[in-house]
């Protein structure tokens, strides 16, 4: 899942970047409205966590542009206030969800954990293929039942494959959701992860190769 934090206090910006990339997510952070807009024009984010009260463009405006781009980008708004006025105004300009400040750390992940699946097209929580389990909320995979341990990027590889439900994955498009910008494109991470996460799925293999084009499962 790839996910912008937009947030200009940037002790908090980074904080809550760092803590949904422990959840496995890849997650960029802009530090005003300007910045927000420049990186939406670009990337497909899943989730987009927007402070309300952001310098140079601020978050209302950010929102709305982005609805009036027909963008599928989830909104959650983060305001400082709390009352109903706030919220409505919020969901009203196109806000898919609304969090006041301060918020428990575990709830914003609840809320972009929602968010990200209702961007995607409707699929259960827990996805299942080729005798594969993989539980995004509890970050838990098994093959038929015995459990696998993935490190954060190969679990958001597999998550990205089975999402496919059998179509082709590029690895641009494994890049984009599973990594953030710092990625170098011509890196060979994608490979790298693909061999180790081959291997710890195990036998018989379930992902296949497709040359030139990508990765199915
Ligand atoms: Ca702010």
Do not use: C
């Amino acid at each position: 899942m790839r996910v912008l934090v937009v947030e200009d206090e940037r002790v908090l910006a980074d904080a809550i970047a760092t803590g949904l990339r422990r959840e496995a997510m890849a997650v960029d952070v802009a530090y005003d409205g300007a910045a927000a807009l420049e990186k939406t024009g670009y990337i497909d984010y899943d989730v987009i966590v927007l402070d309300r009260d952001l310098p140079r463009v601020h978050g209302d405006e950010v929102a709305r542009r982005l609805v009036a781009q027909r963008s599928a980008s989830r909104i959650i708004m983060l305001t400082a206030a709390g009352d109903v006025d706030d919220k409505v105004e919020g969901l009203e300009i196109g806000a898919d969800d609304y969090l006041a400040k301060p918020f428990v750390f575990m709830e914003l992940v609840a809320r972009v954990r929602a968010l990200g699946r209702r961007s995607a097209p409707p699929l259960p929580p827990v996805l299942e293929r080729a005798g594969i389990r993989l539980d995004p909320g509890k970050r838990q995979v098994t093959r038929d039942g015995a459990e696998i341990h993935l490190t954060k990027k190969e679990f958001a590889v597999l998550e990205e494959l089975m999402r496919a439900e059998g179509a082709v994955v590029s690895q641009e498009d494994l890049l984009d959701k599973a990594w953030d910008e710092n990625i170098d494109p011509f890196t060979n991470v994608v490979r790298v992860t693909m061999m180790t996460l081959r291997k710890k799925l195990g036998d018989p293999p379930v992902i296949e190769t497709v040359p030139g084009v990508g990765y199915r499962l």
